[in-house]
């Protein structure tokens, strides 16, 4: 039992060294600026993605079992679609701001 215990806690340990490490790295891919913007695109998308696999994987508990894979795919739609509105939902915020911004500005 305690095993198991310390077993279970190292596992989160590793996963939120792993989260961190993917969060600073892509915060340090734009701070300094290196590589051309499609370049920081991928870099930043790779970081998303492996962070997405972690946080499934060690927090969520979402492995693949034949027992319950259906419920796991529909885990995963949901979080592809939270993520979709979530991104898209903020550019088209920051559009409209801008556009709105930009209707004021040339009326004054």
Known sequence: MKNCIKKTF???????FFSIIFLCASIFCIKI??????ASYFFISFFAIAQIIIHFSVFLHVKYNEDKSYFNLIVLIFSIVVIFIIIFGSKYIMLNLHNRIMICENNV
């Open 33 to 38: 600026n290196l590589l051309n913007k499609f």
């Open 10 to 16: 190292i596992n989160y340990l590793l996963g939120l």
